[in-house]
């Protein structure tokens, strides 16, 4: 089965300064990955997706993410963080369900606090 | 655009009622919806794969008698805890899959408290 795993529950960093957060994953043959933010009490908004191509996907909000097949990694990056950027940060991969439907794995999520 | 209207945001019923949670693709058609659950501060847990004029696909260890998904149409699926008890308290988010380069939206999200 396909899975992500995010090493670290929190992640701080100062505002203007860059920002990183980890995913990691395993897959049987090639990955489709994602990213998502949740701010409290909402869904999830797509920031952005690698299912092939360039290995720096650029997304919303002036994020992007870099896909490392010899490492196995799909970090997200943004060069000057935000407080607004302060939020719960999902890595998601796609996954074939008993059903045969696509579905979506989610790490255990990184929480993005950025300080003023 | 792609996107997901979930209703109710908050509910807040009393143990032993059922509660229906109400998710809708408002401008594309989805064949598959899925349901999550969500613990305060964890991951999302996928609950089933609801799919269009078929029974739902649930996960190992989710209740489908307890968890009741009905995908009737290409725009609506719901859930609905029934028989609800406080340890079904959770926060629940619903996404839908849009034809395409695996386009999945998310709707806002249920917090549901049982009281």
């Known amino acids: 089965a396909q899975s992500v795993a995010q090493p670290e529950d929190q992640v701080n960093v100062a505002e203007g300064n860059p920002l990183t957060v980890k995913c990691t994953y395993s897959?049987?043959?090639?990955?489709?990955l994602f990213w998502y933010v949740q701010y409290p009490n909402r869904g999830l908004q797509f920031l952005l997706k690698?299912?092939?191509?360039?290995?720096l996907v650029k997304g919303s909000y002036g994020f992007e993410a870099e896909f490392n097949k010899s490492q196995t990694s799909f970090h997200l990056k943004k060069p000057s963080a935000l407080v607004s950027d302060s939020a719960l940060y999902f890595c998601?991969?796609?996954?074939?369900?008993?059903?045969?439907?696509?579905?979506?794995?989610f790490g255990a999520g990184t929480r993005l606090a950025v300080h003023p | 655009g792609a996107v997901v209207s979930q209703h109710p945001s908050r509910v807040i019923c009393k143990s032993g009622t059922s509660v229906k949670i109400e998710c809708r693709s408002l401008?594309?058609?989805?064949?598959?919806m899925f349901w999550y659950r969500q613990f305060p501060k964890q991951s999302l847990m996928l609950m089933a794969t609801?799919?269009?004029?078929?029974?739902?696909?649930?996960e190992q260890g989710v209740e489908k008698d307890k968890f009741l998904i009905n995908h009737a149409s290409l725009t609506l699926s719901t859930l609905t805890v029934t028989s609800a008890h406080p340890e079904d308290s959770s926060f629940y988010i619903c996404?839908?899959?849009?034809?395409?380069?695996?386009?999945?939206?998310f709707g806002s999200g249920t917090r549901l408290t049982v009281v």
């Open positions: 998601a991969v796609r996954d074939i369900g008993s059903g045969g439907y696509n579905k979506l794995i």
């Open positions: 690698y299912i092939t191509g360039d290995n």
């Open positions: 996404s839908a899959l849009k034809q395409g380069p695996y386009g999945y939206t």
């Open positions: 401008d594309f058609q989805a064949t598959t």
């Open positions: 609801s799919n269009e004029g078929s029974k739902a696909t649930y």
């Open positions: 897959v049987s043959g090639n990955p489709y």
